[in-house]
């Protein structure tokens, strides 16, 4: 029985398990994260990059983020945008 059956068998119990067992269970964990943060990750497109795919002038832009139309994500001090949210709003206006 490894640790996620005993896990799963008894989550209030006390068990005692070797090292090897224990290393076995922390790289399925590290896995399991591993593949759920691959599906998560996004590309951001900086203010210049989203002016350009556009095609609209830096008033524009920050109307649009400003009005939420396009939401940025601010990341120390510069707005980035969504990959995904500039592509969908690409589809909307052609």
Do not use: C
């Not at 949210?85 to 589809?91: G, I, P, R, T």
Request: aromatic letters at 8%; hydrophobic letters at 35%; charged letters at 35%.
């Amino acid at each position: 029985m490894n640790i996620k059956e005993l896990l799963d068998s008894n989550p209030n119990g006390i068990a005692i398990v070797s090292l090897q067992d224990l290393k076995e269970f922390l790289r399925e964990i590290v896995k399991e994260v591993d593949s759920e943060n691959r599906v998560e990750k996004e590309e951001y497109y900086t203010s210049d990059q989203v002016m350009r795919r556009l095609k609209i002038a830096e008033a524009t832009l920050y109307r649009w983020t400003r009005e939420k139309y396009l939401p940025a994500v601010k990341i120390g001090h510069r707005n980035l945008y969504r990959q995904s949210d500039v592509e969908a709003l690409l589809k909307l206006r052609s």
